[in-house]
């Protein structure tokens, strides 16, 4: 009998799940596909740098420092992002 190989991720795939691996929740199965996927992936990789680099200015953020504009449209892009992926 021989093993099978674990299925490669799309990087569509590794968007919808980068959360998930920056939180340290995926699975041991998954997060080798995941990285696995970065080894070979130049734009996947620029994409979770960027991820990180999003995270650590957004964490300095507060709900009050955001402007009511700049909120309303963060959301607008959200919901058409979501829409877009339905």
């Known amino acids: 009998m021989t093993a099978r190989l674990p299925r490669e991720i799309t990087c569509r795939e590794l968007v919808r799940i ?19 996927h970065l080894v070979y992936c130049k734009g996947c990789s620029v994409y979770l740098r960027q991820m990180r680099d999003t995270l650590r200015a ?11 504009s700049a ?3 963060l959301l607008r892009a959200f919901r058409s992002f979501h829409k877009a992926g339905t």
């Open 18 to 36: 980068v959360t998930e691996y920056l939180e340290g929740a995926l699975p041991l199965d998954e997060r080798t596909r995941f990285e696995q």
């Open 58 to 68: 957004t964490g300095r953020l507060s709900e009050e420092s955001v402007p009511p």
């Open 71 to 73: 909120r309303d449209e």
